[in-house]
């Protein structure tokens, strides 16, 4: 079964521009999560969706934004980039869909974002 | 919202000895507590979780502690390797009552372990 898949791995951008990261989950996952890691902030959860709705939100200002395919694709959008938006960006899925279970995250390999 | 404190931040043990990593967090209500692994330039991967309704688990070399009271769990590899060298992340969550999944994972900052040769 292949693994957690994004694109782009690497990307350069400026301040102000906006950017959209790719994300396709594990074949059968419907939970796709993101996650911002930074050497200060470490990893830090961006939002969840499940389902085309998105289920939980961390503490990120509105710039920061997703969505989810029926496929259970994720993009996930930048809009406004600030120095602080660099970071590697992980999309991790899960099976997600038993009552009161959980299961594991898997993660992709992340994309490099850097603002220049 | 839930606050994961992990100590320390850097740990150097002797090949064949054990290492100790302790996180703390906050919210009572946190139920889940994985522990991640990552080597450099990898994506992190899960070594071994713990629900709230267990005070423990094991998993070969690897084993995982929950007080639920003092709202801390800990992270112990014994006869290290140099192939556990890694940084690992310890992580909670609530798990939902229904439809599966879970509030987003609140990690700790990290400890980068190095396994002294």
């Known amino acids: 079964k292949a693994g957690v898949t994004q694109t782009p791995r690497y990307l350069i951008k400026t301040r102000g521009q906006q950017v959209t990261l790719s994300c396709s989950p594990i074949?059968?996952?419907?939970?796709v999560s993101w996650y911002q890691q930074t050497p200060g902030q470490g990893l830090q959860f961006l939002f969840e969706?499940?389902?085309?709705?998105?289920?939980n939100k961390g503490n990120f200002p509105g710039r920061f934004s997703g969505r989810q395919f029926s496929n259970s694709r994720s993009e996930m959008n930048v809009s406004t980039l600030e120095l602080g938006d660099s970071a590697l960006y992980l999309c991790?899925?899960?099976?997600?869909?038993?009552?009161?279970?959980?299961?594991?995250?898997?993660f992709g390999p992340g994309t490099r974002l850097t603002v220049l | 919202g839930e606050n994961v404190e992990q100590h320390p931040s850097t740990l150097s043990v002797q090949e064949g000895d054990s290492a100790v990593i302790k996180c703390t967090y906050s919210?009572?209500?946190?139920?889940?507590f994985p522990w991640y692994k990552q080597e450099l330039g990898k994506r992190p991967q899960l070594i071994i979780d713990?629900?709230?309704?267990?005070g423990e688990k094991k998993d070969q070399r690897i084993a995982v502690t929950l007080n639920k009271t003092a709202k801390h769990f800990s992270l112990h590899i014994t006869e290290t390797q140099p192939e556990d060298s890694a940084v690992y992340f310890c992580?909670?969550?609530?798990?939902?009552?229904?439809?599966?999944?879970?509030?987003?994972?609140?990690f700790g900052k990290g400890t980068h372990l190095i396994i002294q040769p």
């Open positions: 074949s059968g996952h419907r939970s």
């Open positions: 713990i629900r709230s309704n267990v």
């Open positions: 919210d009572s209500a946190s139920n889940y």
């Open positions: 992580a909670a969550s609530i798990l939902t009552r229904s439809g599966g999944g879970a509030d987003g994972l609140t």
């Open positions: 991790a899925s899960s099976l997600a869909g038993t009552p009161s279970s959980y299961n594991e995250q898997f």
């Open positions: 969706y499940f389902s085309e709705t998105q289920r």
